[in-house]
């Protein structure tokens, strides 16, 4: 039985698609709810059990406006005739019950509404108030707003009162139009709005996590991979890396060629993008990031660090949906220089897990390769080693001013020209720094003077850079297999 069979229906209108329903809640008698329906909506379970989160906030109302974020994958699979269904049983009990007990000389205003393309949808609307009173621009009026929201687009207060007004003037503009019996106000000024539910249906976050369960004794110990998507693409790298990226590592992936790399070592000092350029390397697989840090398998119990460590690398063995990140693997010591059998063992059963061939691929990331155990970083486990320097001219060029649109900044040629002259040696994350920490003096502003006081912030020591820039080119020499290098020469850096 559904929810208008529950009540006494004194009035009900079709107009083509339209629908007009005056009710009477079965144990608010008191009231009187006129519902608008565009299009007739369906029952669905998850559109009671959406209401029935928001009647939580009418039974005890504890502040004025209230800010309801639910989130699932299910949404985009449900259509919005279905969620609709979610204002019967708020208008119908939960506002009649809120009026009734709280504020009984106030009216009521529920609706769902649309939001997933690019303007608002209203699917159902409803007016509750008190039998025999007229609907008033001065009365005082609870409003309860379901909004399917999957791109985010509420992001202000000022929102919810555009919502309002725009219910409000559909309810009254289509009252106005096809009921004429209805005590309407001949005004479509909107009425104070005194008491809000926005409850907000938005999908579930990127950031997950992969859950993996290991039996331990009579008990079972979930461990939490976390899994994101990508935040970065192939053009935030340099123009030097990428074609050699694209030919040795991407291109074979996405074509699931038998000779594509299964593993990609990333080299390179503190903040020159080795994240980025892993993160870019899975957007163009079109792939998420499942990250294995030691902080969730090691363990201070004999012998569980091995266990967890087994169960994690055998769970992201069957994914081949995801690129497994190491970040930072300075921890992966070579063996000749442990101390503790865990560690060894820890390296052991990587080496095993490397040499699986229908694994997803793997991606490390690190400031030190000369500590690394050799053996991990061998063709058939990883495959394939990239370099990366301190950025020339060039890529500061670029970085500079993706920055600037990152944080909605403006820079001119000249500015440019200034910020790529001034950061000789600077990593990516620097240049990164600085035009925050630029934009911060001039207040939103980037000047030639607030450049320059941001630059007297930095402590750069060039020389020192230039050391670290030839190691890397001695590593680029010296290192035994496949090599893919962006070293720029100091004159390409100054």
Not at 397 to 420: H, P, Q
Request: positive net charge; glycine residues 4%.
């Amino acid at each position: 039985m559904s929810a208008v069979d529950r009540c006494v229906t004194i009035v009900s209108h079709t107009f083509g698609h339209l629908r007009i329903y005056s009710l009477t809640p079965p144990k608010y008698q008191r009231y009187r709810v006129i519902l608008i329906e565009p299009y007739e909506s369906i029952p669905h379970y998850l559109s009671l059990k959406i209401a029935f989160r928001a009647f939580k906030y009418l039974y005890k109302p504890l502040e004025a406006n209230i800010e309801l974020r639910i989130r699932s994958s299910r949404f985009k699979n449900i259509a919005p005739l279905k969620l609709a269904y979610s204002v019967y049983p708020l208008s119908l009990f939960a506002l009649p019950f809120f009026l009734a007990n709280y504020e009984p000389n106030w009216q009521g205003l529920v609706a769902y509404i649309d939001y997933s393309g690019d303007e608002a949808s209203i699917y159902s609307s409803a007016i509750v108030v008190r039998r025999g009173s007229r609907l008033g621009t001065q009365k005082p009026t609870a409003f309860v707003v379901i909004v399917n929201d999957p791109w985010n687009k509420l992001t202000d207060k000022r929102d919810v009162d555009t919502l309002f007004k725009l219910v409000w003037r559909f309810t009254i503009t289509t009252l106005k139009s096809y009921l004429k019996n209805v005590m309407i106000p001949d005004s479509l000024q909107t009425p104070r709005r005194k008491f809000t539910v926005l409850v907000r249906l938005l999908p579930k976050r990127e950031t997950e996590y992969l859950e993996i369960r290991v039996p331990e004794a009579h008990d079972v110990i979930t461990l939490k991979i976390p899994v994101k998507s990508p935040e970065w693409s192939v053009d935030d790298i340099p123009s030097k890396l990428r074609e050699d990226l694209l030919t040795i590592v991407i291109r074979p992936l996405i074509q699931k060629a038998n000779y594509a790399p299964r593993g990609v070592l990333i080299v390179g000092p503190p903040g020159v993008g080795k994240t980025v350029t892993a993160e870019a390397i899975a957007s163009a697989l079109n792939l998420r990031i499942a990250e294995i840090r030691p902080s969730l398998y090691r363990s201070m119990w004999y012998g569980m660090t091995e266990k967890f460590l087994e169960y994690t690398l055998k769970t992201l063995k069957r994914r081949h949906d995801i690129v497994v990140l190491l970040d930072d693997v300075d921890f992966l010591l070579g063996r000749h220089v442990s101390v503790h059998e865990t560690h060894i063992s820890e390296i052991t059963i990587l080496l095993r897990y490397l040499q699986e061939p229908q694994r997803p691929l793997v991606i490390m990331t690190t400031n030190a390769p000369e500590l690394l155990d050799a053996a991990i970083i061998r063709p058939g486990r990883i495959d394939v080693t990239v370099v990366m320097g301190y950025p020339d001219k060039e890529m500061r060029r670029v970085i500079a001013l993706k920055c600037a649109k990152r944080y909605g900044i403006e820079i001119d040629d000249s500015l440019l020209d200034t910020i790529v002259k001034i950061t000789r040696w600077f990593t990516n994350a620097e240049i990164d720094a600085l035009i925050r920490l630029a934009a911060s003096k001039g207040e939103g502003k980037i000047t030639e003077e607030s450049l320059a006081w941001a630059r007297q912030k930095f402590n750069v020591n060039e020389r020192w850079r230039k050391s670290i820039q030839d190691q890397l080119r001695w590593f680029g020499e010296n290192f035994q297999g496949i090599l893919i290098k962006y070293v720029p020469k100091d004159t390409e850096v100054e």
